[in-house]
């Protein structure tokens, strides 16, 4: 297939995948980092609100820019965005605390017996990490109820 087929065939591609127009097609299809490309064409295809390739850069500079996206250690990759507020480190390196912020963006561990547990009877846990059960706050004194695995 010629070089100039095949690149009309994935600007024809990447115009009807994403909803683009053929300028915004031909600026990803010659933007010139790879990883920052999938990126990007990730951001046309999963934001709404985001419709063009100029407006996919904005956001990622954007992002790029963010401190919280900033690594903070080169040896676990945690951002500032992930600090647990209870490590002297800060980070994913040391198990020093409670352990709550680790388990947010650490592999799950299967021999947990805590993990996919949640209160049947409000949900609480099964949503996210800090839901707490309240079903006998007005009671006065905590009952212990039954938990179900998710």
Request: aromatic residues 8%; glycine residues 8%.
């Amino acid at each position: 297939m010629p070089k100039n087929h095949a690149r009309k065939k994935a600007l024809a591609d990447l115009k009807e995948e994403l909803g683009i127009k053929h300028a915004c097609a031909i600026a990803l299809l010659d933007h010139p980092d790879p990883d920052e490309r999938e990126t990007l064409e990730r951001y046309l295809a999963e934001y709404v609100d985001i419709n063009t390739y100029r407006e996919a850069v904005d956001y990622l500079e954007q992002e790029r820019n963010d401190l919280r996206n900033q690594t903070m250690c080169e040896t676990c990759g945690w951002t500032y965005g992930m600090i647990c507020p209870e490590c002297a480190e800060g980070c994913g390196c040391a198990h020093d605390c409670t352990g709550w912020r680790h388990g947010e963006y650490t592999e799950p561990d299967d021999d947990d017996p805590d993990r996919n547990v949640y209160c049947f009877d409000c949900g609480a846990g099964s949503s996210g990490p800090y839901d707490e059960c309240t079903c006998y706050e007005d009671d006065g004194e905590v009952q212990e109820h039954e938990a179900v695995p998710a």
